[in-house]
C-alpha cells in the first residue's frame, strides 16, 4: 500500500461510492504507473454495460454461470469507470457481471478505474473471452460514434491503437446493417488497402460510409456469382473464398497496392466478369484445404 494521500479526483469517487451504496475496500496506486484506483463493492444494479462494447454471448454466460456455481465463489473483480455520478459502467468483465446478475447477488467486487477518459483505453484489454471479427468490428463502430460526439476535432489517426486496424471499422458499418456479412471472406483484402484516415470524425465516418458502400457492392456480385455456381450443382462453404481469392486485384507479386476505391471498383468488376462454367468443385475443395493448412 502506497503512504501517499489519495488524488482528490480518487477522493471524491471512494465518497460517490458510499453515497451510491457501495463498500469501499481499497485506495491503492497500481504497481505500473502509479494511478490511483479504487477496491470497491458496488451495488449489483449500478453496474451496466458499457454501450460500446460486443454484445453477450449467451453460451459464455451459461458456461461461466455454472463454473462460478460449482466454485461456489467469484474470485475475478470486473473493471469499472464511471463516466459520470452514479454510473458505472464496465469496459472489461462484462460477461462475469451477466452472470452475477444472473445469480442476483446484491453486490459486485469492482476494481474502479478512476480517469473516465480511460474507458476506450481499457477495452482492448478486454479479452474474457476471445473476440470474433464480427464482435470486434461492432465494438469499434460504437466506440467511433462515440467519439465523433465526444470528440470531433480528433482523427482516427490518434485513436488507432484503441481501433486496432482500420478495416474493422468499415465493417462494423457493414455488420452493423447485415450481422450475417461475409466479413472473413473480405477481411484479408481490407487488411491490405484499408487505412487510417487524417479527417476528424463526423467526416471521416462519411468516408467510411462510402468505403463500406464498396465493399456492399462487390459483396452483391460476389452474391451473384454464387448463385450461378449454386445453379451449377455446386454447393461449398469456401466458395466465396474461392471467388474473391480468384478475382482480387491485389497480387503478392505487386510492390504498390492501389488505392481502396481501386481496389474494390476492379474487384467488382472482376466478379461480374467472372466466368462460373470453369468452376469445378475439386478445385474449390483443394483451395479449402491449402487455405486451412496454411493458417
Known sequence: MSDKEPS?????????????????????????????????????????????QRDLSPTHVKRLTESIKRLDRFVDPIVAISPRPGVYWTPNGNHRRAVLDKLKTDFIP????????????????????????KEKSLEVIRMYRALVKDDPET??????????????????????????????????????????????????????????????????????????IKKRGINHPYVKNYLLARTTPLTRARKTLPSFEQTFKKLRDNLEEFDVSKVRYDEIQRSAIMSSSAE
Open 8 to 52: 482528490k479526483a480518487a477522493l471524491e469517487l471512494a465518497s460517490q461510492i458510499e453515497r451510491d451504496g457501495g463498500r469501499v475496500l481499497a485506495t491503492y496506486q497500481e504497481p505500473v504507473g502509479d494511478h490511483w484506483q479504487i477496491f470497491c463493492l458496488l451495488p449489483r444494479a449500478k453496474c451496466e454495460a458499457s454501450p460500446y
Open 110 to 133: 469492482v476494481i474502479l478505474v478512476v480517469e473516465p477518459e480511460m474507458l476506450f483505453e481499457v477495452l482492448p484489454l478486454n479479452v474474457e473471452k476471445a473476440h470474433n471479427l
Open 155 to 228: 482523427t482516427e489517426e490518434k485513436w488507432a491503437s484503441q481501433f486496432e486496424s482500420p478495416h474493422f471499422i468499415t465493417l462494423g458499418l457493414l455488420y452493423e446493417e447485415n450481422k450475417r456479412f461475409a466479413g472473413g471472406a473480405f477481411a484479408p483484402i481490407l487488411r491490405r488497402v484499408d487505412k487510417f484516415l487524417k479527417q476528424t470524425l463526423p467526416k471521416g465516418i462519411e468516408s467510411r460510409t462510402e468505403r463500406a458502400d464498396m465493399v456492399r457492392a462487390a459483396d452483391a456480385a460476389l452474391g451473384l456469382a454464387v448463385a450461378k
